[in-house]
């Protein structure tokens, strides 16, 4: 069984776009909620989560958590060539998991 | 400031042999995780380790897995009598230490490619 399921598994948009990333997860021993960034190498680090409806921000890319809900968004506003890449959403807790990532294409 | 480094980057064995996979933490950093990932699919957990501790390795095969994270050194993923299914990339994690290391965002290395022919 999936402990996070991240939506949709792939995405094409053009240059400008704003696009929301979702990602659904188990309640069992939620400690956190991690949103990484891969493009060919090492995930990178976009955002931790741990308190509900407080928006984090960075630059074009914001999250949000929602505990009632189980879920998460991030959102990427005006996207870039450079946004592409695969977006992996994690939850820690007891154990660790990541779900299968959301690949976003960003076309000129 | 180094990140998270293991080496190598690639590995070449044959079905058979022995993989050693090795990551440093980042500086400070006393947490170390493993995760495998196969092409299509997302990290899949396998172990966690703090110094000299093997934590959770509830995601590890049971049979010719092992890690390691020794007082002195690297982490090391030892995989034994390697199989063509354990091609992957392996990723290594670290965080600061912090109980039970949920409320630390894990900084990834650059991963290692491990391919058996």
């Known amino acids: 069984e999936d402990k996070v399921v991240q939506s949709p598994l792939s995405l094409v948009v053009h240059e400008g776009d704003t696009v929301t990333l979702n990602c659904s997860y188990e309640?069992?021993?939620?400690?956190?909620l991690l949103w990484y960034k891969q493009e060919k190498k090492a995930p990178t680090f976009l955002f931790m989560l741990t308190s509900s409806g407080i928006e984090k921000k960075s630059g074009r890319l914001s999250s949000i958590l929602d505990k009632k809900e189980l879920s998460s968004i991030l959102n990427i506003t005006a996207t870039q060539t450079g946004d592409s890449a695969i977006y992996l959403c994690g939850r820690t807790g007891n154990q660790f998991y990541f779900g299968t990532g959301t690949s976003l294409t960003v076309i000129p | 400031n180094a990140g998270v480094m293991q080496n190598p980057r690639h590995l070449v064995r044959r079905r058979g042999q022995e993989a050693r996979l090795r990551c440093s933490p980042m500086k400070g950093h006393s947490h170390v995780y493993w995760y495998r990932q196969l092409p299509e699919e997302g990290l899949k957990f396998m172990v966690y380790l703090q110094k000299e501790n093997i934590i959770d390795e509830s995601g590890m095969p049971k049979e010719r897995f092992s890690a390691e994270f020794p007082k002195e050194g690297p982490s090391i993923l030892r995989i034994q009598q390697v199989v063509r299914g354990d091609s992957a990339a392996y990723f290594c994690a670290s965080s600061p230490g912090t109980p039970n290391g949920g409320n630390q965002p894990q900084h990834f290395g650059d991963g290692t490619r491990l391919s058996i022919l």
């Open positions: 309640v069992t021993n939620f400690r956190s």
